[in-house]
């Protein structure tokens, strides 16, 4: 009697230890699943990690320089003159980061360097060098309701709004509004309109 009583103990510890080892399985498995799915809807709905790929946005962003962009602003409100956007475009396979200079419903035009919103010149506070070469904004640009136009910091490198090759940004392309640089750590900071 006493013999089967010990069995029957060591059978459920045994039991016991891999209902145990087997649950806590089931849990890891739940809880990596929960992860996944937050990162995933934070990543579609929230905020990304995006990669600066070239120089256009010299001297405020660097090749190699890696962003937040945030994805939620523009369901609220709509994009504001000088904040830097991240956008799809049909030439390019990854997004373009450029700051927006005109707006909805107006007038741009880049006439001896100067960038004019509806005949007034506006101040450039993000270019790091005169505009020499003012594409298709040599003539007056008119924005339809949907639509922005938008600059690189770095003017002479930068393929924007003023090519035909990007033209006008629909709001519908726009994917977010780069925030914050977290990458490389010593110029860790807010990307500010200016």
Same mark, same amino acid.
């Given at each position: 009697?006493?013999?089967?009583?010990?069995?029957?103990?060591?059978?459920?510890?045994?039991?016991?230890?891999?209902?145990?080892?087997?649950? /806590? !399985?089931?849990?890891?498995? =739940?809880?990596?699943?929960? %992860?996944?799915?937050?990162?995933?809807? =934070?990543? /579609?709905?929230?905020?990304? $990690?995006?990669? =600066?790929?070239?120089?256009?946005?010299?001297?405020?962003? #660097?090749?190699?320089? %890696?962003?937040?962009?945030?994805?939620?602003?523009?369901? *609220?409100?709509?994009?504001? $003159?000088?904040?830097?956007?991240?956008?799809?475009?049909? @030439?390019? $396979?990854? &997004?373009?980061?450029?700051? =927006?200079?005109?707006?909805?419903?107006?007038?741009?035009?880049?006439?001896?360097?100067?960038?004019?919103?509806?005949?007034?010149? *506006?101040?450039?506070?993000?270019?790091?060098?005169?505009?020499?070469?003012?594409?298709?904004?040599?003539?007056?640009? @008119?924005?339809? #309701?949907?639509?922005?136009?938008?600059?690189?910091?770095?003017?002479?490198?930068?393929?924007?709004?003023?090519? #035909?090759?990007?033209?006008?940004? +629909?709001?519908?392309?726009?994917? &977010?509004? /780069?925030?914050?640089? !977290?990458?490389?750590?010593?110029?860790?900071?807010?990307? +500010?309109?200016?």
């Amino acid at each position: 009697m006493e013999y089967m009583s010990e069995r029957k103990d060591r059978k459920k510890k045994k039991k016991s230890f891999g209902y145990r080892l087997l649950k /806590a !399985i089931v849990d890891l498995g =739940v809880f990596l699943l929960i %992860v996944l799915a937050l990162s995933y809807l =934070v990543s /579609a709905f929230v905020m990304q $990690r995006i990669t =600066v790929h070239n120089v256009s946005m010299l001297d405020t962003m #660097e090749e190699g320089d %890696v962003l937040l962009m945030d994805k939620i602003t523009y369901r *609220i409100r709509e994009p504001e $003159r000088y904040e830097i956007i991240c956008f799809n475009s049909e @030439h390019e $396979r990854e &997004g373009l980061i450029k700051r =927006v200079i005109g707006l909805p419903g107006e007038t741009v035009q880049i006439t001896e360097g100067m960038i004019f919103i509806n005949g007034n010149q *506006i101040k450039d506070v993000s270019g790091t060098e005169k505009i020499e070469d003012p594409g298709r904004a040599a003539q007056e640009i @008119h924005l339809a #309701e949907d639509e922005y136009f938008v600059i690189g910091d770095n003017r002479p490198k930068s393929i924007d709004s003023r090519s #035909e090759e990007i033209g006008n940004v +629909k709001k519908a392309d726009i994917i &977010g509004r /780069a925030t914050l640089r !977290i990458y490389p750590f010593n110029r860790i900071g807010v990307l +500010k309109k200016k």
